[in-house]
């Protein structure tokens, strides 16, 4: 799909082509990664961060956060939990926390491929390549690192390089693929100054790398942000400027299910945070994948990455029973296993044909 033709969706106002819309992505989903949705458990390592994301309520000029690093047992103790849930993969997520020891973390990683057979997924910012080496060989799966937007002016502006190092997550991504982890990226919906135009590429974007997995979600103000603060200064022109609503976030699942018809697409927090049931109509309109939140409670609303994040108060036992529930309530069933995206085992499979 091109690039007008995404926009043009990305526009789209009447409810009868938009109804067209979601059918097409549900059945591009259903064709290329079936009915079962990959639970992944999402833990929320570290809020320490030494970078300046305009955007992000973590970032390091945050003064009033306090900041926390899970202990090695803590972080155990979300395995097991992840583990008695029966969920096929850990996500590690955090900040760029610069105390962040790369050998602690490898041990770790270690530990869990060693006693479990958990996918570990990854995703904590830009690191070096020797770090994103070292967490692979320990046996780390995948690395999620979103683009946020492919507009190289906004995302310049709204996350600043650190000095002397200049901020090129397209190129990241390609580092990442070469080491061989399976790869995800992503944006937020309604950035403020991203355009119908910057969209669209975003989305097309997401097919010319490839991606096996895709992460979107709306773009939410935290006050105690420049983004925030200064809102009217960054928004595009009336007509250009793509809000921030359920609505778009839903096209833009649905638009990069059907671009990226074999990868794997959450239904994202933030989607729930803004919609009551925005976990079920992402999984109606493109998505295959939810991530529920197993950092310990005490620490949930110290990752304040946006307020009012959906998970704060879900406590992972009580959440997994319902979202089970409301997963079976849309005809869909739970994935068992760790669940790649077909994306990625299409690829692997046909490297080693070639080695054949
Ligand atoms: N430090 C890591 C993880 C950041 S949190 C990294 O930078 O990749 C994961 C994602 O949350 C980010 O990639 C961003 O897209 C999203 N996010 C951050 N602030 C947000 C906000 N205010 N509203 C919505 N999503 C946000």
């Not at 097919?207 to 603060?229: K, W």
């Not at 778009?248 to 990226?260: G, P, S």
């Not at 992972?316 to 089970?324: I, Y």
């Amino acid at each position: 799909m091109k690039r007008a033709e995404i926009e043009h969706w990305l526009r789209e106002t009447d409810g009868a082509r938009l109804d067209e819309l979601w059918q097409r992505a549900d059945a591009v989903r259903r064709e290329h990664v079936g009915d079962a949705v990959h639970l992944r458990g999402l833990i929320e390592i570290s809020n320490v961060c030494g970078r300046a994301c305009a955007y992000c309520g973590i970032r390091s000029g945050n003064r009033q956060l306090e900041r926390y690093r899970l202990t090695t047992r803590e972080l155990l103790e979300c395995m097991r939990r992840a583990l008695a849930l029966g969920y096929g993969t850990l996500v590690l997520q955090g900040g760029e926390d610069p105390a962040l020891d790369p050998e602690w973390l490898a041990s770790i990683i270690r530990r869990v491929k060693a006693r479990t057979s958990l996918a570990v997924t990854l995703s904590l910012g830009e690191r070096s390549p020797n770090e994103l080496a070292l967490w692979r060989n320990a046996g780390a799966d995948r690395y999620l690192l979103r683009f946020e937007t492919s507009d190289r002016d906004l995302f310049a502006r709204l996350h600043p390089s650190r000095p002397g190092r200049s901020s090129d997550r397209i190129a990241l991504l390609g580092t990442l693929r070469e080491l061989g982890y399976e790869t995800g990226s992503g944006v937020m919906v309604g950035l403020p100054g991203q355009t119908y135009t910057s969209l669209a590429r975003d989305i097309e974007l997401f097919g010319e790398l490839d991606l096996d997995m895709i992460g979107v979600g709306p773009y939410i103000a935290h006050p105690a942000t420049p983004l925030a603060e200064h809102e009217a200064d960054f928004r595009a022109a009336p007509g250009e400027q793509t809000p921030n609503t359920e609505l778009m976030t839903c096209k833009v699942v649905a638009l990069a299910r059907l671009v990226c018809p074999r990868s794997n697409i959450p239904a994202t927090t933030a989607l729930a945070t803004i919609s009551a049931d925005g976990r079920a109509l992402g999984l109606l309109r493109g998505a295959n994948v939810i991530m529920p939140n197993i950092t310990p409670l005490r620490y949930r609303a110290l990752y304040d990455i946006y307020p009012d994040k959906a998970c704060l108060h879900e406590d992972a036992d009580t959440f997994d029973m319902e979202l089970k529930t409301r997963i079976a309530a849309i005809g869909r069933c739970v994935a068992t296993g760790q669940g790649e995206s077909p994306n990625c085992t299409a690829r692997r499979q046909s490297a080693a044909c070639a080695w054949n």
